[in-house]
């Protein structure tokens, strides 16, 4: 029954978590959107730059908050991908420092597998085989997972995950960033049958569909045109929130309806959403409602772990830690790693 304290930096949250199994002693996260707003999304170099100046205190107030010291820590565990570079190298750097000024054991953990752990953290009697919708900023997939480390992608996103549709959405509607929240709040204003919207349904060569995989980026410009021809018709001000809330329909209704046909033909009984589009009340509200009628059981992580922190990373290093896995110094980031390769983290 591991302890370990983790970092995560792979994108625009600073994050430090002490966690105990699946028991959350502390979980500090400093986000960076204020500063990235500005800009409309994620400028690289700034937010490596950001995690410099605020990775020292977070990661001593994960410590002061969890009420131990370091000798009561078994690990240091840390985010080496996917995700920029810069930032995670940030991270990777201190947390092998504290490994090796410490003595402890080092754990290099999937960026992905963490959010699939975010379940565990309040689930403690969760247990695999299971089908995960992970929906964030970056991907969109549905996953397999029969076991710690070992994972099954089923279906994806062929363009723009999730996550990058609502923002490039909410960019074309002028609402600001992230556009995730903001769509979430005035689509509960806005009538969903508003405007039809396709849910990006990939062709296959010999006819028909790809029953899992997705494309958002033909909902993306459906928007545009949308608009375009409201414009032109002189419809002013716009129907925004009758935009949102179609929008958001159509991603909602693509996303439930892959993943309930994926957990029939994988004959699986249980559903974990996770990734940071996991914070979206409509998909939240209607994966729930299905499962209840088809007799699944469902598993979404509290608001607070569906973003990105360091408590999930925490969680999924302790399976690992467990399972005498551990991570050489010198392993490296990865801007992109598919999760089937997550062993290549580790040595035994």
Known sequence: MATILAIET???????AVVHRRQVLSSV???QIDLHRRYGGVVP???SREHLLTIGDTVNEALLKSQLGWADIDAIATTCAPGLVGALLMGM???KTLAMVHQKPFLGVHHLEGHIYAAYLEQANLKPPFLCLLVSGGHTSLIRVNGCGHYKLLGKTRDDAAGEAFDKVARLLDLGYPGGPIIDRLAQQGNPKAFKLPEGNISLPAGGYHPYDASFSGLKTAVLRLIERLHAEGAEPLPVADIAASFQHAVVNALVKRVFRCAQDQEVSAIVLGG???ANSQLRQVLTQTAGEKGLSVHIP???FCTDNAAMIAC???EHFDQGHRSRLDLGVYSRLPLEQVAEL???
């Open 10 to 16: 792979s994108c625009d949250e600073t994050a430090a």
């Open 29 to 31: 996260v400093a986000s």
């Open 45 to 47: 170099e700034l937010a």
């Open 93 to 95: 750097s201190v947390g």
């Open 276 to 278: 940071g589009v996991a």
């Open 302 to 304: 509290s608001l607070k």
């Open 316 to 318: 999924a290093a302790s």
């Open 346 to 348: 580790y040595q035994t």
